[in-house]
């Protein structure tokens, strides 16, 4: 929680630097960041590239689709191979859980940062969520003043609707929402929802109808189209039919309730279009604050000891 | 001296293949005659494994029969029926024969098993009399369970006539859904797609009433879970003679430890919850099982630095096993080597060379076991072409010594001597 905390206010002093006429600063001149991406991505990918680039860190992407993975390179092979050109630290986003810890296990020197391993964890997406919600919420601003370094949740009525059990995004935002006092609750169809939630801090809910007038934060997450295939549901229009933030369903949410999503959006699918527009939405904000949040935590790996005021 | 007779204070002396005294040999040993010290240990019968894949054909990166047979050795065992998932799979007499030849070069006596299904693909029934006919006793698909009830059971009609047994890698394709772990806490917490314990239980309730509909002699490989075990237990008692088998990794390692991400511990089925480890245990004690088996299953390096779903399944265990079975099970010595000699030895239909009770004019198939000495696992030092092994830096108890093969000793002071 403390260490939470403390990103979450490096955060904030990120936020100022990208506020500024040159959002740059020379924390990281001289390091060399990887961004080993071995999944697609638009947003974390070019939110971390622009992260490392604003702390005047030197980029290097690896492209999994180009690599000589494609020649049957193992993927230790592949880590190793770039570990030996000297770099500092390797951002991993893979498609297979626990990609990260393994190539912590085999690196000797470079930090790793975790951009989301298959349906494990995607932790600076949860701390991006974490620092918007701060920074948004009325309710919070009411409690607490608007610009608070406490980040206390506690109180805090969290809803995460969707396909939980394959989603890094609902895993991370469970722990740091619930480590900062949050009451955090899943929603969604009992096929969604992992085997087990033995050991999770959280509430469980089939029904989003009953708890949507009750949430501070409504967050949705992606509904991938294979998941009826999977025979996990029989169709996407039943799933908006009970779980869709439609129009109608926004209707029910408080006024100073916040509307999330990790992106992209399936429209008409968990989230309406007209719903994204909404000023209860603050997900273009999540995105903006995804590259001050990954400034924060490409700092606390590289650069702490580096004077952010003076530089 | 123990075997299934009992247990007593004897020498043994080896001529040409055969056990030729018992008991004081002083006077009988000829000069010149390689003497195998075996103060402050046990001699036995031979072990047997109902259950190593040999990698050949097809797979020498990872093992071959000569490498497995000494790792085999090194591990106190004297036999081993091999398993046919190789490639080309033993699903006929020229596999079968091949294999064959490999192991009379070997350094432990290699039984090939062969396949149930043509091309282990479960569609059409493989030339089982055609195998059998050169000794070939258990048939099984393993690496896969027979998906379809009515192959199975039209299988296990055509054993019948030939007096052999159907060994079944108990688990329900569509159930397991590509599961790489068990379905359980751990999946939900580490985010990886887990196979409940109920994709191997539907299959031994299926075939246990298909083994009583044909009479047929059913063997279930590998049972990991709790309700399997119970349902062996209650078939038995109702009369039906199938056998079972757990491999060691079920009763020391629970589904905890796939928390590294490691994929030495993916292997299927997966490891379990703390719940069925432990009925595993009481399984092995109250007389459910009958054999403990290895289910040595090597896989090359850079296959295991793989990301975790993507890893193949299994762990390399001929070395491991007796020094496990004697670290971690609260059982006399006698009923681990019942458990690992004599009872693997009757499934196997091979008794009358292995297994059998150290007397004269039997095959010379012993293992010398020093039951207090203590080691600890370095997978570096295996004789096995591969590593994967997850019991590294672990301390164990129970050693093999020397290992005799056909009269042959093949391992002296814990060293392969070929």
Redesign the interface.
Known sequence: MGEIRELLRLADRFGEVNRRPIPKVPALRGKTVVNMFFEDSTRTRLSFDTAARRLSADVVTFSASTSSLNKGE????TVETVESLGVDALVVR?S????P??IS??VKRPSVVNAG?????HPTQALLDCYTIARTSPVLADRYGPDSDDFDFQGLLVGIVGDI?HS?VA?SDVAAMTALGATVTLIGPPTLL???????PVEVSNDLDSLIGDLDVCYLLRLQRERTA?ALLPSLREYRAIYGLTEERADKLRSDALVMHPGPANLGVEIDADVTRRPCSVIGAQVANGVSVRMAVLYYLLGSGVDLVNS | MLDAEGSRKADVLVSQGSVVAVGDITGLVPRGAVVLDASGCVVAPGLVDLHTHMREPGYEDAETVQSAARAAALGGFSAVVAMPNTDPPADNASIVSHVRALGERSCVDVYPAGTISVGRAGKALSPMAEMAALGVRIFTDDGAGVQDARLMRRAMEYAGALGVTLAEHCEDAALAAGGHMHEGEWSSRLGIAGQPAEAEELMVMRDLALARMTGAKLHLLHLSTAASLAMVSAARRSGLGVTAEVAPHHFTLTDAAVASYDPVFKVHPPLRSALDVAAVKAALADGTVDAIATDHAPHPRQAKEAPFDAAPPGMIGLETAVGLALSELDLPLAAVLALMSWQPAVIAGIDSAHGGPVAVGRPANLCVIDPEATWVVDPDRSASLSRNNPYKGRELTGMVRHTVTRGEPVVIGGEAQR
């Open positions: 193992s993927l230790r092979d893979h297979s859980s626990g990609v810890w393994q296990s085999w391993d298959g349906c494990h964890e059990s890094r895993r992992p085997p087990s939630l033995a050991g999770w999977e």
